[in-house]
């Protein structure tokens, strides 16, 4: 499996900058303020320079587990990755915490964050992080081809570790859970591109003026845009009721479909905006959906109760009744002489 380069030495993505992350020099000569992040996993914490001038900086908006632009955000992680890449990483959770410490803080100096919280952002961006990285390596695997980003020597490592055992029988069972039916819907196929479906979901609301319902986001990214079919290898998109109970009953409380958008409908905040106007979006529809149905419940356990009450009252009162009956018997019976 192992392929040798035209190219020995590995360099930065061409036509893209050197980021200039050597540990041994990551001091920058901007104007910095110390922000304090606390790294996934460790009890650590990091400083990272941000120049004074970010009002001049392209900004990244905060949305669930990802960014906005996604493709904007998706591409400078890229680039820090593959002009770094210089150890046999196979995952992103096998790099080592202060080299991400350090890839973070320089997309911090890129970047402003908006909102301002680093810590979401170093969430969202350890999750996308490791998107990229086991796509980038998938397909150099797959094609059985060296990256000009790959050192020799690291590439020879890399394939002895996919062509291990244990490699390929975690690769084999990840295989089949994809493409498993989960809860009788069937694997999962989407057909809107390298977009993610947060992009998605904000360019649905930007032009039709209010946030996509999650059928809506969940048919315009599963279906093809020519023939608006679902796709044959994927699923028929669920009514509101099975998107509830899929919510209510689905496995680590992901809705089904809808990869990590699952977790901002659940509930977490998403944001968007431009450099002039901000603003936080809400997604009210599974929130009013819980508390119609915890209504619906407690209005259920009140009559319950009322019930209850009801058909207590109507025993003391016939006890009531049979003692009034039984005194007045009583006293209206003759008395006997012999």
Known sequence: MRVQSTNPNPTPMDGRPNLGLDQTNSKSDETSSTINATSPGSNETFVASESNYSVFKPILNLDGQGFLPSRLAANWISDILKSHYNEPWPSWKKISIRQRDLWFGELLKKFSICPPDHRWARRNFEMRGAVIMKSSLQKARKINTKPNWILDSTWDI???????????????????????????????????????????????????????????????????????????????????????????????????????????????PYYHGTSSSNGWIQSQELEKLKKDLEGVKQQRDELRIKIVNIERLFEENNAMIRQWMNSINRQSMPLSFE
């Open 158 to 268: 890399l394939c002895q570790h996919w062509e291990s055992k244990e490699f390929k029988i975690k690769s084999m069972t990840g295989k089949e859970n994809r493409a498993s039916n989960f809860g009788s819907f069937g694997g999962s196929l989407h057909t809107c591109g390298s977009i993610t479906t947060s992009q998605h979901r904000y360019n649905m609301a930007k032009m039709n003026g209010m946030p996509p319902t999650i059928i809506e986001l969940f048919r315009h990214t599963h279906q093809r845009q020519l023939t608006q079919s679902a796709s044959t290898q994927g699923i028929t998109p669920p009514n509101e009721l099975d998107v509830w109970c899929d919510v209510v009953g689905t496995k680590n409380g992901r809705i089904y479909g809808l990869g990590m958008e699952s977790t901002v409908i659940r509930g977490w």
